[in-house]
């Protein structure tokens, strides 16, 4: 009988402690920022009083200014072009694009055929399959376009225009040209660039000889 009072003592005491406050801030801990992360809302507004845009309050708020970390790249947006779009009437940037130089210097045999089958599907409509102009749009004017694109193949101003330029022109438009960020991801402007050059100079080279030929 005594036992059971024994028994019947301890689990009310047992009881009663756990139903105490457990204490939540201990005196000494190591590492508290694993132990407490400073998480924050994904869609909180950020003119909290968590959040700072002073880079000398880093430390006791956090770092928040809504953009990439420098020097970071998105997914998906290798080969940045850290050329901005001119503003109306303005050429500078436009004429700063030629000192870009093409990530791409040469094209597989693989790439090459990819390339093309790009030019064809957003370029060839206008500037031709064959690169002269004459596309579906012109039709050697007989199209329902009057003026006739650029000839990529066969003027010498396109055949001498920097690729950096080729590549502002295919990303922010040019002319009566609009521009291909929509249908194209810098990489593969890059390849259509590249694809441009090569047959450029591949023209160049089914000229030579006909050229000295007539010389001589």
């Given at each position: 009988?005594k036992?059971?009072?024994i028994?019947?003592?301890f689990a009310?005491v047992?009881?009663?402690?756990s139903?105490?406050?457990v204490?939540?801030?201990?005196s000494?801990?190591?590492?508290?920022?694993?132990?407490y992360?400073r998480?924050?809302?994904t869609?909180?507004d950020?003119d909290s009083?968590?959040?700072?845009?002073?880079?000398?309050?880093?430390?006791?708020?956090?770092?928040y200014?809504?953009?990439?970390?420098d020097g970071?790249v998105?997914r998906?947006?290798?080969?940045p072009?850290?050329?901005?779009?001119?503003?109306?009437?303005?050429t500078?940037?436009y004429?700063?694009?030629k000192?870009?130089?093409?990530p791409?210097?040469s094209?597989?045999?693989?790439?090459?055929?990819?390339?093309?089958?790009?030019?064809?599907?957003?370029?060839?409509?206008c500037?031709?399959?064959?690169?002269?102009?004459?596309?579906p749009?012109?039709?050697?004017?007989?199209g329902?376009?009057?003026?006739?694109p650029?000839?990529?193949?066969?003027?010498v101003k396109y055949?001498?225009?920097?690729e950096g330029?080729?590549?502002?022109s295919?990303a922010y438009?040019?002319?009566?040209?609009g521009?291909?960020a929509?249908?194209?991801?810098r990489?593969q402007?890059?390849?259509?660039?590249?694809?441009?050059k090569?047959?450029q100079?591949e023209?160049k080279?089914?000229?030579a000889?006909?050229?000295?030929?007539?010389?001589?």
């Open positions: 009988m036992g059971i009072y028994i019947l003592s009310f047992t009881a009663t402690v139903c105490n406050e204490k939540r801030k201990p000494n801990i190591y590492m508290p920022d694993m132990a992360s998480a924050y809302e869609y909180a950020r009083s968590i959040f700072t845009a002073d880079e000398s309050e880093r430390g006791t708020k956090i770092f200014n809504n953009r990439p970390v970071t998105a998906g947006e290798e080969m072009f850290h050329i901005a779009k001119d503003a109306n009437g303005d500078t940037n004429h700063a694009s000192m870009v130089v093409s791409i210097q094209l597989s045999e693989t790439e090459l055929i990819e390339a093309e089958r790009l030019y064809l599907i957003n370029c060839g409509i500037h031709g399959s064959n690169l002269d102009g004459n596309g749009l012109y039709k050697g004017g007989d329902p376009y009057a003026a006739k650029a000839t990529l193949v066969g003027d055949e001498t225009m920097p330029q080729m590549f502002y295919v438009g040019k002319g009566q040209m521009s291909y929509s249908q194209l991801s990489k402007r890059w390849q259509v660039i590249a694809y441009i090569h047959k100079k023209a080279v089914d000229t000889p006909a050229a000295v030929a007539k010389a001589n």
